[in-house]
C-alpha cells in the first residue's frame, strides 16, 4: 500500500514579504488612528475648557452689571454703609474699604496685588445675593485689611475651567497712581492667572498659566485677537514693582507676545507652552478717570 508524503506548501518568498508589508501597513493605520483619536479627543477637551472661560467671564460681567443695577455699586466697592444694610460683609467705609468710588481696590490702594479688602469682597458680595453660585463667604480680615497666609484659594476666589490652581482674580487700573509701566486702560479687570496662595498679604502670581494658543483662542472670541489692544490683553507679571500686575506684558522671542506684537502661536512648542496670563475688562459700570 502506496502513501503519499504531504509537504509544507511554501509561500513564494516575495509574496510572503508583500504579506508582512500589508500586516505593518494595516498595524500602523490603527496606530494612526489610535493617537489621531487621542488627539481629537484632547483638542475636544481644550475647546469644551476654553468654551467654559469664556463663559464663565460672561456670566461673572452679568452677575456685576445686575449687582449694580439693583445696589448702585460695585460688589466689593459697594458703599460701606449700604453693605450692612443689606446684610453683607462691609469695610469701614474709607478708600479702598467700601468708599463706592467705582474702583474695585486693592487695600493699599497701591500696586500690590494682594488678598483682602475690595478685591475679595467683590466674590463674597456677589454670592451673598445669589449672583453666581459659589459661596465665598468673607473671612473678617477681608474686610480692612490682607489676609496674610493663605494656601488655600478656592473658599476666595472662583477657580478657572483652564485647569488646577488656575483662579480669577478681580483689580483695577487707577490713573491717579504712578505706574511702574505702562499701564492698561483705567478700569476694573478680571485677571485668569495661576496663583498659589498669599504670603504677608501678597499672592503668589506665576505668569505661567495659559499658552499662547489659549490666551488668543480667549482673546479672538471676546475681542479683537490683538495681546496688546481691547478689551482682553496679556498682562505683565506681578513681581512689583519691575513689572507690576496691571501693566503690559513684554513681548520678546519666548515670551506670550512676540516682538512684533502677536500672540506666540507660530511654532506648536511655543504655542503650547504656558508663557500668558491674560486680563480681561469689565463690561459693566465704567467711570470716567
Not at 483652564?162 to 504712578?178: P, S, Y
Request: aromatic letters at 10%; glycine letters at 10%.
Amino acid at each position: 500500500m502506496n502513501t503519499a508524503v504531504m509537504t509544507p506548501r511554501r509561500i513564494p518568498f516575495f509574496k510572503s514579504v508583500r504579506i508582512f508589508i500589508i500586516d505593518v501597513a494595516i498595524l500602523l493605520g490603527l496606530i494612526g488612528l489610535l493617537i489621531g483619536g487621542t488627539m481629537l479627543g484632547k483638542e475636544v477637551i481644550e475647546i469644551s475648557k476654553l468654551r467654559s472661560q469664556i463663559a464663565q467671564i460672561a456670566k461673572f460681567d452679568e452677575a456685576v452689571a445686575d449687582f449694580y443695577q439693583k445696589f448702585e455699586g460695585l460688589p466689593g466697592d459697594l458703599l460701606a454703609a449700604a453693605a450692612e444694610r443689606e446684610g453683607m460683609a462691609y469695610g469701614d467705609g474709607t478708600p479702598g474699604h467700601g468708599d463706592n468710588d467705582g474702583k474695585i481696590s486693592p487695600c493699599n490702594l497701591g500696586w500690590e496685588w494682594n488678598l483682602g479688602c475690595e478685591t475679595s469682597l467683590f466674590w463674597s458680595h456677589l454670592s451673598a445675593v445669589g449672583l453666581i453660585p459659589q459661596n465665598f463667604s468673607a473671612d473678617s480680615r477681608m474686610t480692612d485689611y490682607r489676609i496674610p497666609d493663605v494656601s488655600v484659594l478656592e473658599p476666595y476666589l472662583p477657580e478657572s475651567p483652564l485647569g488646577e490652581g488656575i483662579f480669577i482674580a478681580v483689580w483695577n487700573t487707577d490713573a491717579a497712581i504712578e505706574a511702574p509701566a505702562p499701564q492698561l486702560p483705567y478700569g476694573n479687570y478680571y485677571e485668569i492667572s495661576r496663583i498659589g496662595g498669599s504670603v504677608e498679604g501678597k499672592l503668589k502670581d506665576d505668569i505661567h498659566a495659559l499658552t499662547p494658543a489659549q490666551a488668543h483662542a480667549i482673546d479672538s472670541k471676546m475681542d479683537d485677537g490683538l495681546p496688546l489692544n481691547g478689551r482682553v490683553v496679556v498682562n505683565g507679571a506681578a513681581n512689583w514693582p519691575e513689572d507690576a500686575w496691571g501693566t503690559y506684558a513684554q513681548p520678546g522671542e519666548n515670551n506670550c507676545i512676540t516682538p512684533d506684537k502677536h500672540y506666540n502661536t507660530q511654532e506648536f512648542f511655543k504655542a503650547n507652552r504656558p508663557l500668558c496670563h491674560i486680563a480681561i475688562a469689565f463690561t459693566c459700570c465704567k467711570r470716567e478717570e
